[in-house]
């Protein structure tokens, strides 16, 4: 499994700030077609793991959000009996808790960016 970009070799610890390095990457399917990577790293400081989600796993979580809204909308508002809006609003719920996760996702990602290491592996603030 090819690991991140040289680039993204080194990211940010979580706990101490100081840089951690990359340890695996591992490749997340859908009935066995690749949907993405998602890597792991270790800060050789503290000894804190995390694990970062790549590109392909944010475009399909985006894909299942915008998913699960429009068939959402289809069940509110449908002209049929109350308890299929009642299930849009469980697929509305469903939406809303992936959003969530990717927003979390995101965060670390953002919060471990590469860019924040200088020239020197100090971690810029």
């Given at each position: 499994?090819?690991?991140p970009?040289?680039?993204?070799?080194?990211?940010?610890?979580?706990?101490?700030?100081?840089?951690?390095?990359?340890?695996?990457a591992?490749?997340q399917?859908?009935d066995?077609?690749?949907?993405?990577?998602?890597?792991?790293?270790?800060?050789?400081?503290?000894?804190?793991?995390?694990?970062?989600l790549?590109?392909?796993?944010?475009?399909?979580?985006?894909?299942?959000?915008?998913?699960?809204?429009?068939?959402?909308?289809?069940?509110i508002?449908?002209?049929?009996?109350?308890?299929?809006?009642n299930f849009?609003?469980?697929l509305?719920?469903?939406a809303?808790?992936?959003?969530?996760?990717?927003?979390?996702?995101?965060?670390?990602?953002?919060?471990?960016?590469?860019?924040?290491?200088?020239h020197?592996?100090?971690?810029?603030?």
């Amino acid at each position: 499994m090819a690991g991140p970009s040289a680039m993204e070799k080194d990211r940010a610890c979580l706990r101490c700030a100081r840089p951690a390095s990359w340890t695996v990457a591992h490749g997340q399917t859908y009935d066995g077609i690749p949907s993405g990577l998602e890597y792991s790293y270790r800060c050789s400081s503290c000894g804190a793991q995390f694990s970062v989600l790549g590109n392909g796993l944010f475009f399909w979580s985006f894909v299942g959000i915008a998913g699960f809204l429009w068939f959402a909308s289809t069940f509110i508002w449908h002209d049929g009996e109350p308890r299929w809006s009642n299930f849009g609003g469980v697929l509305i719920a469903c939406a809303v808790a992936l959003l969530g996760q990717t927003v979390y996702r995101l965060r670390v990602r953002l919060l471990t960016s590469p860019s924040r290491i200088d020239h020197n592996g100090v971690v810029v603030r």
